[in-house]
């Protein structure tokens, strides 16, 4: 199994801010992916970050919003940028692990007042 | 596009009862499916899952069994139990497991009580 860590665990931001969330996995992955969990909703996908290339948005999410960095195989970031209260959701990382499995972090919980 | 569909929530059982959580998927190929657990507060966890047609995934007394020719992946427990009170996503990846990105359903509100 991959062991992925994130950080921030908790936030609670001032509109109009930007957070950069954090995500280590423990071992080398060719993808790693962000998702948002809206309060009392499924999981929808940000984006997908593959080391040396600029990561590939979804429909509804755009780099400006949603910065996102990959400096090397085990390691990824997720900005949320302009904060605003719709923003409130909980951001998840995840990566592949072995035998066809994929892995998520614990998430980081944003709270935007 | 693929898609997976699970039954609405939230579910309430007693404790030792028997559980069904229903999920269908639409897919193109063959993908891999997954069920994970999200108790409160918490981030997701993978409780198990089957990568081709027939497979049973088993964990922690769950099973689900990869039912091609119906397109699901029904969730099921024996004896349910109040730490199982969770919330229960199934999902799909239809890009080679490790290295797709997964579709998920709406999941499902499991509450046990004593």
Sequence with gaps: SAVISQKPSRDICQRGTSLTIQCQVDSQVTMMFWYRQQPGQSLTLIATANQGSEATYESGFVIDKFPISRPNLTFSTLTVSNMSPEDSSIYLCSAG????????????????V | GDSVTQMEGPV?????????????????????????????????????????????GSNKGFEATYRKETTSFHLEKGSVQVSDSAVYFCALSDNGGSQGNLIFGKGTKLSVKP
Excluded: H, M
Aim: hydrophobic letters at 35%.
């Design chain 1, 97 to 112: 692990g072995s035998g066809n499995t994929i892995y998520f972090g614990e998430g980081s919980w944003l709270t935007v």
């Design chain 2, 12 to 56: 309430t059982l007693s404790e030792e009862a028997f559980l069904t959580i229903n999920c269908t998927y639409t897919a193109t190929g063959y993908p891999s499916l997954f069920w994970y657990v999200q108790y409160p507060g918490e981030g997701l966890q993978l409780l198990l899952k089957a990568t081709k047609a027939d497979d049973k």
